[in-house]
Every structure is written in structure tokens, then in C-alpha cells.
């Protein structure tokens, strides 16, 4: 069994495990709680019984005020202008990816090039169409160490920012890099930014936004930036050429969507686009780090500053407990042995540590 299949094997045993967890304590948990989730909902399920439409077939790309949304957030904050006909948005981002594997596979693409780590997903649709999968370097952009080589052909690439399971967002020097390869050769760049706008500082400053347009697909997720996950929203910034191609094989494998996910879709771009945004969430979350690092829970060389996973080492007081953790095995990650993924606002946090913190 090669390194892609053990991860892929791994995520399917914890798949099951999470089920029958026999009391375990989940601290790696993708679910998460805070206390603005009323907040973020208010109002959502008033306007369910009033809307006139509830009875038709819903598509994100019918609901103009979501695509409107949207692109109102680009603009104020990174004064880019995407069109209706560039903005493809959909039911979480496992629907997304798997479109754009879809059409990568149609395209007769053979390889694809990626700053690692890559995000499940991936490794699962490259192992079903027959991709092979090359990374640029044998460690991780956040390691000490990390170097890397660009291929010198026109390719496809993919680059994670933040990476996800450290909370850590992609250096400037490496997205500089990538900016000037991208125009050097032309390459075309797949940005998986599902925990983009999650930085801890309440920035909205994306660097990858600097890669061309007409040769890059983003990957956003508002559900990850407000940390509420019984919705699914998220959505592709696409060049022109590629969105219709792209937008068919989404509807003929994913369908359409709901009325209540497009209520919220359009409750989440509304909160984004206030001067407030998601800020204070993002610090609650920075906070419990804190707490986590003075109260000795964990232990940790790197330094988080964006979403709400980290990479570190739990203490001896925490292990006293049975759990279920993902390790770096997970991520294809070979090193930092007793490092997992925690969930800064899984529920088991909140009851098994946070309660114990005055």
C-alpha cells in the first residue's frame, strides 16, 4: 500500500470510528461551537416561511443577490471585479473539487503538481481518474527547511492556503514565487482557500488573489469562516473560459441546492461584507489558543494565525484520557511524531478542557 493509499485508508477507519466512538474524546473533531452562532443565524428561519419560492428547483447561480454578494467582497477587498459569469458557488467544498477533478479528467490531464499538503479530497479523485500526483517539495511550507522546485512546463498546480490542519497561511516569499512561475509558464494555479479569511489579525488580505485570473480557480468557504457547519456554502472564482464547462458537470453530479442554504448563503456574504465581519470570532478563537499554551495542554513550534485547527503536541494531562486524534499520518505528514490536529472549537474542547480553565 502506497503513502496516498494509507492516508486514504486512514480517513476512512476514523470515518467509522467517530460513529461508535465508545466514549472516546474527539479533539481533532471537523464540528465546532462557539457563542455566535445565534448571532450569524438570526432572522434565517423568519424568512423560510415568507419567500414565495420555496417550491421550485434552487440554484445559486438564480439567486442574484448571493453571486451580487460575492462579488461586492472582492471588490472592497482586494479590488477585484468578478462577473456573474465567473463566480460558480455550491454546496460545500467537496462538491467543488471534485467538479474541478471531474473536468481536469476530461481535459486529459495526466499530472498534477501541488504545494503539499493537499486536502483529502484530492488524493481520493486523483486515485480514482489516474492522476499522478507530484509535490514540489518533501516537506511543508511551515517547516523549517522547506525548499522547493517549480516544474519548468506549463502545468497544473495546487496550492493550499492556509494549511488547514496548522492554521498557518502560506508564506509571501512562496506566493511571490509562484506569481512570477505562473507568468514564466503560463501554468494554471488551483488555490484551495477554504479557510481563507479566517486569519486571526481580521486581515481580508488574500495574497493569492495576485495570481492571474484568467489562469487561476479559487476555492472559498464562508461556512469555515463562520464556523457553522449544518450549512453548505461555498464557491469558485473561475476564469470566463472555464466556469460554464465547470458549472455543467457540478449540476449533472451534485444537482441543485435548497432554499435554506440559499438564505444562508446570502446571511453569510451579508456578514463577510460588514465592517465587523467575522473578527470577533477569530480572536475568540485566538484566545483559546492562549489559554490552551498558558494552562500547559499543549505544546507547539509552530505558530497559528488563521483558522480554527492547529498542529501541536498535547500534554500528559491531556493523554490521560481515551481519544481519537489525526495524527500527521493524516496529512501526509512523516514528521513531528506526537503532534494531531486539534480543533480549537470542537465540542469535546469546550467540555473537556474549556470548562476546566478559570
Not at 512561475?181 to 484551495?192: A, G, H
Not at 484568467?214 to 457547519?229: F, M, N, S, V, Y
Request: glycine share 4%; net charge neutral; aromatic share 16%.
Amino acid at each position: 500500500m502506497n503513502l496516498f493509499d494509507q492516508l486514504l485508508s486512514k480517513h476512512h477507519e476514523l470515518d467509522f470510528a467517530i460513529r461508535d466512538r465508545k466514549g472516546k474524546i474527539f479533539y481533532s473533531d471537523w464540528n465546532c461551537s462557539h457563542p455566535f452562532v445565534d448571532m450569524y443565524l438570526q432572522n434565517i428561519d423568519d424568512r423560510m416561511t415568507k419567500d414565495s419560492d420555496i417550491h421550485l428547483y434552487q440554484f445559486y447561480e438564480d439567486a442574484n443577490n448571493v453571486v451580487s454578494l460575492i462579488s461586492k467582497f472582492h471588490l472592497e477587498n482586494e479590488q477585484l471585479s468578478y462577473s456573474n459569469e465567473s463566480i460558480l458557488a455550491g454546496d460545500g467544498s467537496t462538491p467543488l473539487i471534485s467538479s474541478f477533478c471531474s473536468w481536469l479528467y476530461e481535459q486529459g490531464v495526466k499530472e498534477i503538481f501541488y504545494v503539499p499538503p493537499l486536502y483529502y479530497t484530492f488524493y481520493y479523485f486523483a486515485k480514482l481518474f489516474g492522476f499522478t500526483l507530484r509535490p514540489i517539495s518533501n516537506r511543508h511550507s511551515f517547516e523549517e527547511n522547506f525548499q522547493y522546485n517549480l516544474p519548468k512546463k506549463r502545468c497544473y498546480l495546487i496550492v493550499t492556503d492556509p494549511v488547514w490542519y496548522a492554521g498557518v497561511k502560506q508564506k509571501k516569499e512562496l506566493i511571490s514565487d509562484l506569481m512570477e512561475w505562473q507568468l514564466k509558464t503560463e501554468s494554471f494555479i488551483f488555490v484551495d482557500g477554504s479557510f481563507q479569511y479566517c486569519n486571526w489579525n481580521g486581515s481580508h488580505n488574500e495574497l493569492t488573489a495576485c495570481f492571474l485570473p484568467e489562469q487561476t480557480a479559487r476555492l472559498i468557504c464562508p461556512t469555515k469562516a463562520l464556523a457553522i457547519h449544518g450549512f453548505r456554502f461555498s464557491y469558485l472564482l473561475l476564469p470566463t473560459w472555464m466556469r460554464n464547462d465547470i458549472r455543467y458537470i457540478f449540476a449533472n453530479s451534485h444537482g441543485s441546492t435548497t432554499a435554506h442554504s440559499i438564505r444562508f448563503a446570502e446571511q453569510a456574504m451579508k456578514i463577510l461584507n460588514t465592517k465587523l465581519s467575522n473578527s470577533k470570532l477569530m480572536k475568540y478563537i485566538e484566545n483559546r489558543y492562549l489559554l490552551l499554551l498558558r494552562d500547559e495542554w499543549i505544546k507547539s513550534q509552530f505558530k497559528p494565525d488563521s483558522g480554527y485547527f492547529i498542529f501541536a503536541e498535547p500534554s500528559k494531562k491531556l493523554l490521560k484520557y481515551p481519544q481519537l486524534s489525526m495524527d500527521g499520518d493524516f496529512f501526509d505528514q512523516a514528521r513531528y511524531k506526537k503532534y494531531v490536529r486539534f480543533n480549537l472549537l470542537a465540542p469535546d474542547m469546550h467540555k473537556f478542557i474549556y470548562s476546566k480553565i478559570s
